[in-house]
């Protein structure tokens, strides 16, 4: 049945789980003829790399599902401003320290043609003190300090993904920034001015002092050669909007997509690749959050869904954060080649690659 826009959006103002479950099930749906028609292939050239490492630094946004969407519930639903949630920091006993909030942060070696290399930090959590933890755990804390990383890059502005700035900052701010369109005054102030929001728990006490680059939707942004960046005006719970992916066109192979939460919706991000970058016709793996059922609901639309991937001919499936683990056992099942990991430093099943686990492309 189809949803139209105004009724999706009454729905999900009810503030219901129910909505969410929803919004989720749209952002991902299989539905594509309504949304993204047929195009050919994209001829945006965008060079090539050699490979690229993924580090999964923080695939654990939040410890316990029930928890976080009590908090938007209690707060007065899922369309509240993040910056006024009292989001649960303790008595959460599979938390931290008893503290529900986790966050998401890879971190990306790319090699290039000529051998020469880049690191790149893909968004950077949210519990300042679990994703301290985190950067001590993989070296990232250092490598900030030594000026080793070269791009800070935020996917979207949700506190899973964004608020553990702080984090990165005290260690070094003046490295490049990249956000998506549609970012808030709160999110620009968040990283660029010393600044508390005591009610939702989230503080930057070292303001970022270098460029920082806003990326339009709709385009694709070549960042450095083999690397480019594909943003999307998605309208996002607790009123975030604007998610950005990155690609890498690896040598020999083709390309691979990286992404945040994928809120765009899985077809929606891997047409949008296939119309506009080229070499768009081989997409040879994708890693990160696919946000599919990503509260372990589901829905029949999510089985169609699963079996249309395949159709892009995808090798390796890098999947973790809110994919779901229902999800990836269904996609396990109907043959998809999604990498498993080991279940380490508090993510729960190696059903997918989690926290400390790596996987390189190339």
Known sequence: MAVSRRDFLKGLAVGGTTGYFAMAGLSSTVMKDMFVPDEPVGDVEIGEVKSIKCTVVSETSWFNNKVLVGDMMKAGGLLVNQYIIPWTRKGVADGFNGDNRGGYCTLIDVEFMDGTKKKILFDCGWNNAWMDECFRREGV????EKDQIDLFFITHEHFDHYWGVESVTKHCNDMPVIVPHGFYKEGYD???EKGHWEVAGVKNDYPHKG???EFESGTVHKIFPGVASITFDSSIITRVKGEQALVFNIHDKGLAIVTGCCHMGIISLLQEVRHRVKGGEKIYAIQ???HISPFEDWDPQYDDLILAIPKYGIEVMGCNHCTGY????KMVKAG???VQGTARFKSKKPLYL???DQI???
């Open 141 to 144: 804390d250092k490598m900030l």
């Open 190 to 192: 968040l990283l660029c």
């Open 211 to 213: 460029k920082v680059q």
């Open 288 to 290: 990160g959050g696919l």
């Open 326 to 329: 229902l999800t990836a056992e």
């Open 336 to 338: 998809l080649p999604v």
């Open 354 to 356: 989690g926290n400390g």
């Open 360 to 362: 390189v492309f190339g």
